[in-house]
């Protein structure tokens, strides 16, 4: 040991330091002990004091004088390094030999010059690539991050963020856009494990997640965390199904939602030099450039349309319409209102309104159907092949069958439902016509014609109602009203006739007005006799020219087909004479000649009767009746079985008194004096009531006057034989 003048110690040799060991040969050059578990040297300048020490098997150096997480950390049994920790060796073994830890933000800066690299190297040897196996390194120079396995670059970041694997460009931003930031040369493999089937890549947002999947047996599929369905996939097929596993054609497009405003597919075209924003689909039944069975379906300027393409060459917006659906109007058809600026219309068919032009609200499907166009009418109806086809500013209309209201300009609330209906109405309004050729020759208004042929052939005024296959098909009169089958069928000119019944006045009337018919083939016969009225099944069917009769009753007839004032009420039943009233059957009727003596006559001939004998009833019977002055009672005094009974009715039938007989009293009389024949003197009704008919009495007065002429005989001739 030397010490010399300036207070230098040497060891194993002279000092060129305060303290200079010099051990030669030997390797260790000095030994620091402690015998406490914690041994250490200080270092010292004028303002900061270090250490260098050791405890419990690690080795430190820094500003804390034992082990401390501020302290480099060496652990002397396996040479782990730890900065800012002091057990390294608890973290990960295959990452535990140098560990950089704090309780903040933590990193480790690698600096180079502004035309160097930064790097860290992945090795497993020393020569050749092994030192550089791995590498991560970062081109200060290009301001990009590159990463290499296998000795070689692998990925590349650059200076923008975009990402190049397996390619060391990524290429300039004009050819892949700010908004790529992924170039991969070769291609993307995701492969799965042996056996598996379930390759996928996935990404999440704020949405959720969404998945990419690669399948043998699906194909490729799209998923997201709301559904357990695919929302795309394409099978190995080929076939693609959006919102569905299984697409059953080339595209299957499904929908689970609820909503009725669920769109299927969108297409759109937002790009527009011309304020056009057209979008399309086309259809081709062939491939070729000049095949003429193209079709396209789109969008164009508000308007849903469909076209016919000559050419694949043909602009879609250049095509022949074949429908047009815009926000108002619905076109169909072959230049169907192809010159059409109105709203709400709606035409289909080949030249349905071809030349409509403003017309609002109307409804017109047909081949030709108003093919002159309605310009000003509005709220029209019009269906059926050439239909309507005149209607120019009628309004209002419902023309429905081929050719119907065909001739039709002005009119206004016409209803013609049937081919050739109202087929000459021009101007004319408010009628209404139903069934084949219905009204086919009228041209007046206020019409009502229903059934086939109904009003055929005739043209009439106004005013008329037929309703029945042929009902007035000749009719030129007016205001007539002809129910059924052929009713009023060869009527011309008559007026004001009522005829209901299939045939009723079908056969003959021309020029008889003010008649009614109701009845089968009822006045069928009819000609010129006006003011005649029949119900019933025939009834006045062999009248032609008579006046003012009435006929009621299945087959109830006239006398003659001229007959005049003939009233007949009864089946079957034919009257005799003129000016008179006939009641009853074939079998038996009354007659009352109201122009001679208005008395009522019944048939009382002998060689209609068998088993006469003389009647006893008379003036014992007569004698024993008692004639009453009364009053009716009130509804609610009636018994209450009694149909006419009602409790709340309590005023009198009538107020006026009356004269007559008491029906129990005369049946008492009957029962006293066992008379066994007596007509209609006393009847008794089903629900018990009793009943009189007082004209039956007439004959016991015949019998009471007989018998007291009788008397009075007697007596004269007492008289004269006493006087005598």
């Not at 079709?295 to 469909?306: H, Q």
């Not at 030129?476 to 129910?483: A, H, P, S, V, Y």
């Not at 099944?537 to 009769?549: D, E, H, K, W």
Request: some cysteine.
């Amino acid at each position: 040991m030397t010490l010399d003048t300036s207070g230098n110690v040497g060891i194993g040799g002279s000092p060129g330091a305060p303290l200079d060991v010099n051990s030669g040969t030997t390797n260790t050059m000095a030994h620091f002990h402690s015998t406490d578990d914690n041994g250490f040297i200080e270092l010292k300048d004028d303002n900061t004091t270090a250490y260098i020490g050791v405890q419990d098997d690690y080795m430190y150096i820094g500003g804390v004088a034992s082990l401390n997480a501020q302290n480099l950390v060496i652990n002397d049994g396996n040479g782990n390094v730890g900065i800012g920790t002091t057990a390294p060796g608890d973290y990960n073994s295959h990452a535990e030999n140098l560990v950089v830890a704090s309780s903040g933000n933590t990193g480790i800066t690698i600096a180079a010059g502004t035309s160097s690299d930064s790097t860290l190297m992945f090795a497993d040897g020393t020569g050749g690539t092994a030192g550089y196996r791995g590498r991560v390194s970062y081109d200060h120079n290009g301001d990009y991050m590159y990463f290499h396995t296998g000795a070689a670059e692998r990925m590349r970041i650059d200076t923008d963020g975009r990402l190049a694997i397996g390619n060391t460009s990524t290429a300039a931003d004009a050819d892949i856009g700010d908004s790529v930031k992924l170039v991969v040369g070769g291609g993307v493999v995701v492969g799965s494990a042996a056996g598996a089937d379930n390759s996928f890549l996935q990404y999440t947002d704020i949405g959720g997640l969404t998945v990419l999947q690669g399948s043998g047996n699906y194909g490729f599929r799209v998923f997201d965390d709301n559904s357990s369905t695919p929302r795309f996939q394409v099978n190995r097929s080929g076939k693609v199904g959006i919102g569905t596993a299984s697409p059953s054609e080339p595209l299957t497009i499904r929908s689970s939602s609820e909503n009725v405003d669920t769109v299927l597919i969108n297409i759109g075209n937002d790009v527009h030099a011309t304020n056009t924003k057209d979008a399309w689909i086309r259809f081709e039944a062939s491939i070729g450039g000049s095949a003429d069975q193209s079709y396209a379906i789109g969008a164009s300027n508000d308007t849903f349309r469909i076209v016919r393409l000559g050419t694949r060459a043909t602009a879609p917006h250049s095509g022949t319409q074949v429908m047009e659906i815009g926000t108002q109007n619905v076109l169909i058809g072959n230049s169907a209102g192809e010159d059409y600026t109105g709203s709400t219309g709606v035409y289909i068919g080949t030249n349905a309104g071809v030349q409509a032009t403003s017309a609002a609200k109307n409804v017109v499907i047909g081949d030709n159907a108003n093919s002159l166009g309605v310009t000003t009418g509005a709220n029209n109806v019009v269906i059926g092949f050439e239909a309507g086809d005149d209607l120019t500013s009628g309004w209002s209309n419902m023309l429905i069958g081929v050719e119907a209201g065909r001739n039709i300009t002005e009119g206004t609330r016409n209803v013609c439902l049937g081919a050739d209906t109202g087929a000459t109405l021009n101007t004319a309004s408010e009628n209404v016509f139903i069934g084949n050729v219905a009204g086919a020759a009228t041209t007046s208004g206020g019409n009502v014609a229903i059934g086939s042929q109904c009003f055929e052939s005739g043209n009439f005024t106004s005013g008329n109602v037929g309703v029945g296959w042929s009902a007035g098909e000749d009719c030129t009169g007016t205001r007539n009203t002809l129910i059924g089958a052929e009713a009023g069928r060869q009527m011309t000119s008559s007026d004001d006739c009522t005829a209901i019944g299939h045939n009723s006045m079908g056969e003959g009337i021309t020029t008889g007005n003010l008649n009614t018919a109701v009845g089968r083939s009822s006045l069928k016969l009819l000609t010129s006799g006006g003011q005649n009225c029949a119900l019933g099944n025939l009834a006045g069917n062999i009248l032609t020219t008579g006046n003012y009769n009435i006929f009621i009753g299945n087959d109830s007839r006239p006398s003659s087909n001229s007959a005049s004032a003939q009233i007949v009420i009864g089946a079957n039943l034919t009257g005799t004479a003129n000016n008179a009233v006939f009641i009853g059957t074939s079998a038996g009727h009354s007659r009352n000649d109201f122009l001679d003596d208005a008395n009522w006559d019944d048939v009382s001939d002998v060689r209609k009767k068998t088993n006469i004998e003389d009647s006893t009833l008379g003036l014992q019977f007569l004698n024993k009746l008692r004639p009453v002055i009364f009053n009716w009672k009130s509804p609610s005094e009636l018994p209450e079985e009694w149909q006419e009974y009602d409790a709340d009715d309590t005023t009198p039938i009538t107020p006026n008194k009356k004269i007559g007989l008491i029906a129990q009293e005369v049946k008492e009389v009957i029962d006293e004096l066992g008379i066994t024949h007596y007509d209609s003197t006393w009847g008794e009704r089903e629900n018990g009531q009793q009943e009189l008919a007082l004209t039956a009495y007439i004959v016991p007065l015949i019998k009471a006057i007989q018998e007291l002429s009788a008397k009075n005989d007697a007596l004269e001739a007492r008289i004269a034989t006493l006087e005598g």
